[in-house]
């Protein structure tokens, strides 16, 4: 079990926009500020979706969109399409421990 | 172009070592924290170990701590993963992944990730 808590998966329809949960605790992230979110495709490394609770990096695209409230942080995904098809996964940290969510799988219909 | 290529990986039995490799080429590799990261079959990922880009600190995962030892090695742009008394359960693929920030804190945004490098511990 993670110590961050994920939806195991979400779907939507082309066009429509969806947020992704992930829950923690004040000792990570209600405690600060560094919060990301990663996308991996199936045999893929992971990508940098979002640092810092609600940065984007270069060549991120804008339809990728995050935010915080407590202890728990959100992604929400705008105009979905097809090639958003792929597993999604918060982090914090907790003192030097670095934590990932679950994951969430994110199935384009 | 930043990049990360790991090997190593292998077949090892319970109670065995392996050694990982994480070669960066594209970026000024004694400036970032590295990090291993790993996934077993069909799970997430979970963090392993962290060491500064100078390698003063370095930080592990309770599953591993005591068993695996992450190193560096800035004259070769290599850093490694040191695995000993394997177990079944540290089966997975293993990434090897750059800090975002220039000497930045131990829980820096993971920029760059390489590909993986596959472990399978049976007997």
């Known amino acids: 079990q993670s110590a961050l808590t994920q939806p195991a998966s979400v779907s939507g329809s082309p066009g429509q926009s969806l947020t992704i949960s992930c829950t923690g605790t004040?000792?990570?992230?209600?405690?600060?500020?560094?919060v990301s979110w990663y996308q991996q495709h199936p045999g893929k490394g992971p990508q940098l979706l979002i640092y810092g609770v609600t940065y984007r990096p270069s060549g991120v695209s804008i339809r990728f969109s995050a935010s915080k409230s407590g202890n728990t942080a959100s992604l929400t995904i705008s105009g979905l399409q097809a090639e958003d098809e792929a597993d999604y996964y918060c982090?914090?940290?907790?003192?030097?421990?670095?934590?990932f969510g679950g994951g969430t799988r994110l199935t384009v219909l | 172009q930043a990049q990360l290529v790991e090997s190593g990986g292998g077949v090892a039995q319970p109670g065995g070592s392996l050694r990982l490799s994480c070669e960066a080429s594209g970026f000024t590799f004694t400036n970032y924290g590295v990090h291993w990261v790993r996934q077993a079959p069909g799970k997430g990922l979970e963090w392993v170990a962290v060491i500064s880009d100078d390698g003063n600190y370095k930080f592990y995962a309770d599953s591993v701590k005591g068993r695996f030892t992450i190193s560096r090695d800035n004259s070769k742009k290599t850093l490694y993963l040191q695995m000993n008394s394997l177990r079944p359960e540290d089966t997975a693929v293993y990434f090897c992944a750059k800090g975002r920030s220039l000497f930045g804190v131990p829980w820096d945004s993971l920029d760059i990730w390489g590909q993986g490098t596959m472990v399978a511990v049976s007997s």
């Open positions: 982090s914090a940290h907790r003192g030097t421990t670095v934590l």
């Open positions: 004040t000792s990570d992230i209600g405690g600060h500020n560094y």
